[in-house]
Structures are given as structure tokens and as C-alpha cells.
């Protein structure tokens, strides 16, 4: 009598490496962000000054907002391709909240709406730019992690799961094969 597999090597290896996959995949996709992300235009002496520091930024970007300024809005964020945004009159830049390695993140409050809203800036190229959240920035804030991490867990313990329920299922049915067989 030939013994049935209770697991399938392949898939249950498949199905754990699957997250590493998909790490690859982030990370690919924040390096071509990365490569493309910024304009050399908004990196010379002029730009490098205007933006000497992180509080430079963040009020340009007060500005932009509360104006409808796409050109500050692209020039505080050093790229011509940042996402749109709503010009909203009653943003106001409230305070530096907090700092993760490079990244100075700051508070925008609306004071009509009482919604806040997280920017973040970070040096580059020997000033200081806004970064979208973006792949890019999950990645190289290291943000990823976060939500990345506990994901690859629950992940693995379905696939545990998943494979004991598989494996429990296929002994279970070689049971009942061999009581019926015999019985008959």
C-alpha cells in the first residue's frame, strides 16, 4: 500500500518564502521610486540655502497648502511629479512631531476641520526636501517594518495552519479509507 504525503513540501515552503517575495517586490519598487524620485533643477546653491534646514521646509509647505502653490509645493518636495493636492486657507503648520532616524515629521492642523495631517522631511542632496508617503518612504524610513513584520506572522501562522488542517484532513481520510476497506 503506498503511503499518501500528509504535506506538500513544495507548497508549504512555497507559501513561507511568499512574504520574502513580496519584500523583494517593496523594495524593488521603492529603489526605482528612489532613482527616479527626484529633480536636479531643485538641487543647486539657490535651493540648497532656501531649504538649509527642516523648519524651511515645513513652512514652504504651510504655505503651498494654504495657497494652492503648485511650484513651492514641488519645490519644497525637490520632484515635478509629487502628488496633487486641495489648497485648503485653513491649514496652519503646528509643530515638529516627532523624528525617526532622518526624518523630521511635522504636524499640519486644519482649524476648521480639526483634522491633522503628517508631513515629512528628510536631507537630501545637501538640502532638506518633503517626502510623500509613498512606497518610497515606508522603505527608506524603515516604516515598512511596522507593517510588514506582524503581516509575515499572521501569514505564517495561517500557512501553519492551513498545512496542519491539510495534513490533519489527508491522515483522517487514510483512516476512514483503511476502516472501510477492512470492513468490507
Given at each position: 500500500m503506498k503511503r499518501q504525503k500528509l504535506v506538500d513540501r513544495r507548497q508549504f515552503i512555497g507559501l513561507l518564502i511568499l512574504p520574502f517575495i513580496a519584500i523583494v517586490v517593496l523594495f524593488a519598487v521603492a529603489g526605482v521610486q528612489a532613482a527616479t524620485r527626484y529633480d536636479a533643477?531643485?538641487?543647486?546653491?539657490?535651493?540648497?540655502?532656501?531649504?538649509?534646514?527642516?523648519?524651511?521646509?515645513?513652512a514652504d509647505l504651510e504655505s503651498a497648502l494654504r495657497s494652492g502653490d503648485e511650484a513651492l509645493w514641488h519645490a519644497a518636495h525637490a520632484t515635478s511629479y509629487?502628488?496633487?493636492?486641495?489648497?485648503?486657507?485653513?491649514?496652519?503648520?503646528?509643530?515638529?512631531?516627532?523624528?525617526?532616524?532622518?526624518?523630521?515629521?511635522?504636524?499640519?492642523?486644519?482649524?476648521?476641520?480639526?483634522?491633522?495631517?503628517?508631513?515629512?522631511?528628510?536631507?537630501?542632496?545637501?538640502?532638506?526636501?518633503?517626502?510623500?508617503?509613498?512606497?518610497?518612504?515606508?522603505?527608506?524610513?524603515?516604516?515598512w517594518n511596522i507593517t510588514v513584520m506582524p503581516l509575515m506572522y499572521v501569514w505564517w501562522l495561517l500557512v501553519l495552519l492551513y498545512t496542519a488542517i491539510?495534513?490533519?484532513?489527508?491522515?483522517?481520510?487514510?483512516?476512514?479509507?483503511?476502516?472501510?476497506?477492512?470492513?468490507?
Amino acid at each position: 500500500m503506498k503511503r499518501q504525503k500528509l504535506v506538500d513540501r513544495r507548497q508549504f515552503i512555497g507559501l513561507l518564502i511568499l512574504p520574502f517575495i513580496a519584500i523583494v517586490v517593496l523594495f524593488a519598487v521603492a529603489g526605482v521610486q528612489a532613482a527616479t524620485r527626484y529633480d536636479a533643477t531643485y538641487f543647486n546653491a539657490e535651493y540648497d540655502a532656501r531649504y538649509s534646514s527642516p523648519g524651511l521646509v515645513a513652512a514652504d509647505l504651510e504655505s503651498a497648502l494654504r495657497s494652492g502653490d503648485e511650484a513651492l509645493w514641488h519645490a519644497a518636495h525637490a520632484t515635478s511629479y509629487t502628488p496633487t493636492f486641495e489648497p485648503n486657507p485653513n491649514m496652519i503648520f503646528a509643530t515638529l512631531l516627532d523624528t525617526q532616524g532622518e526624518y523630521f515629521n511635522y504636524l499640519f492642523f486644519d482649524f476648521r476641520t480639526y483634522n491633522r495631517y503628517t508631513y515629512h522631511v528628510k536631507p537630501i542632496g545637501g538640502r532638506y526636501a518633503a517626502v510623500d508617503e509613498s512606497v518610497y518612504y515606508y522603505v527608506d524610513s524603515g516604516r515598512w517594518n511596522i507593517t510588514v513584520m506582524p503581516l509575515m506572522y499572521v501569514w505564517w501562522l495561517l500557512v501553519l495552519l492551513y498545512t496542519a488542517i491539510k495534513a490533519l484532513s489527508r491522515y483522517m481520510a487514510g483512516v476512514r479509507d483503511q476502516m472501510y476497506r477492512h470492513s468490507t
